[in-house]
């Protein structure tokens, strides 16, 4: 068989059969109800061996979309006459024999769990995407619904740090071609899901009295921030022991910790450990790195720190 494409002029007048449809609209939009999980549920319990499914529900199921109506529908179970509960799926259907969407039910074994859905694929066939399950006691003359609607996803869509889209839907994703970063929108906030800032040299020589042995280096992943402070030479006067002094290194503004100081160990050379505060953004020194809490270090003497501190930042 030769190549095809549709619709175009060359097949079949423009015309596009309902496989053909499926085949193409399959993938504009992911099988589901349209909404999100904090949505009203779409079944729920009706009278004696029934459930409801809510009016004004719209969903797509292989690309063909279904509407539940402006009035609720009510979809009849049949009785559990066996002393053990049963669980039946409440299901939305593509039936290839007509090219319906319709409210299905998928009867379960009692004692066995839920039954399994059909999804086949082709030109025959059904196609089942879940709704809810009803849990029917052996002998019961009403059920019990468990939410369980399937919902159209949403799509990464690209933006700048600036330009995200200012109404966005639960779940949706964007990433900032500016940043590098990858975001999910909460409900209530954009929240970092990817960003790699690779390594980034923090030496920052704001004194004459350290030098650099190592060079200090951060990278962010993820929003989890992890640093190298490396290693200092004292190169003037003795530091006494009751003093503090700032190292040649600077955690730039986008790496502070928004509101909790960051602590580290540091070798110091004649078998002395000290202590190494890193001043959040919410501190009168956001982002300097200072030597505390130490001996006597002499001229010439190392400050060699731990390696791996890391926080959060978004």
Same mark, same amino acid.
């Given at each position: 068989?030769?190549?095809?494409?549709?619709?175009?002029?060359?097949?079949?007048?423009?015309?596009?059969?309902?496989?053909?449809?499926?085949?193409l609209a399959s993938r504009f939009s992911d099988d589901g109800v349209y909404g999100d999980p904090t949505d009203t549920q779409v079944v729920t319990a009706g009278?004696?061996?029934?459930?409801?499914?809510?009016?004004?529900?719209?969903?797509?199921?292989?690309?063909?979309? !279904?509407?539940? &109506?402006? @009035?609720? /529908?009510?979809?009849?179970?049949?009785?559990?006459?066996?002393?053990?509960?049963?669980?039946?799926?409440?299901?939305?259907?593509?039936?290839?024999s007509d090219w319906t969407v319709r409210v299905g039910v998928v009867g379960g074994t009692p004692g066995s769990g839920a039954p399994a859905l059909?999804?086949?694929?082709?030109?025959?066939?059904?196609?089942?995407?879940?709704?809810?399950?009803a849990r029917i006691l052996g002998g019961a003359s009403s059920v019990t619904v468990t939410r369980a609607e399937q919902y159209v996803g949403t799509r990464v869509r690209p933006c700048t740090s600036t330009t995200r889209n200012p109404r966005p839907r639960l779940g949706e994703q964007c990433f900032e071609t500016d940043t590098g970063t990858m975001r999910i929108w909460t409900g209530t906030a954009w929240k970092l899901v990817f960003d790699d800032t690779g390594d980034i040299e923090i030496n920052s020589l704001?004194?004459?009295? !350290?030098?650099? &042995?190592? @060079?200090? /280096?951060?990278?962010?992943?993820?929003?989890?921030?992890?640093?190298?402070?490396?290693?200092?030479?004292?190169?003037?006067?003795?530091l006494a022991g009751s003093s503090e002094s700032r190292l040649p290194a600077?955690?730039?503004?986008?790496?502070?910790?928004?509101?909790?100081?960051?602590?580290?160990?540091?070798?110091?050379?004649?078998?002395?450990?000290?202590?190494?505060?890193?001043?959040?953004?919410?501190s009168d020194k956001p982002g300097q790195v200072w030597l505390v809490q130490k001996p006597t270090i002499d001229r010439g003497d190392y400050v060699l720190t731990m390696s791996g501190p890391s926080w959060v930042v978004d």
């Open positions: 068989m030769a190549e095809e494409s549709y619709p175009s002029p060359g097949h079949n007048t423009r015309q596009v059969t309902d496989d053909e449809h499926e085949l009278t004696g061996l029934s459930v409801n499914v809510r009016a004004d529900v719209a969903a797509s199921v292989r690309g063909h979309g !279904w509407y539940s &109506g402006s @009035t609720a /529908v009510s979809v009849a179970l049949s009785a559990n006459i066996s002393s053990q509960a049963r669980i039946d799926w409440i299901v939305l259907r593509l039936d290839r059909t999804q086949q694929t082709g030109t025959t066939g059904v196609y089942e995407i879940p709704l809810a399950q704001i004194t004459p009295v !350290w030098s650099i &042995g190592v @060079t200090p /280096v951060i990278e962010r992943r993820n929003g989890i921030v992890c640093l190298r402070l490396g290693s200092f030479r004292r190169e003037q006067s003795s600077q955690i730039p503004v986008a790496f502070q910790h928004r509101s909790r100081d960051q602590y580290a160990l540091a070798y110091i050379e004649g078998v002395s450990i000290g202590r190494i505060t890193i001043y959040s953004k919410a």
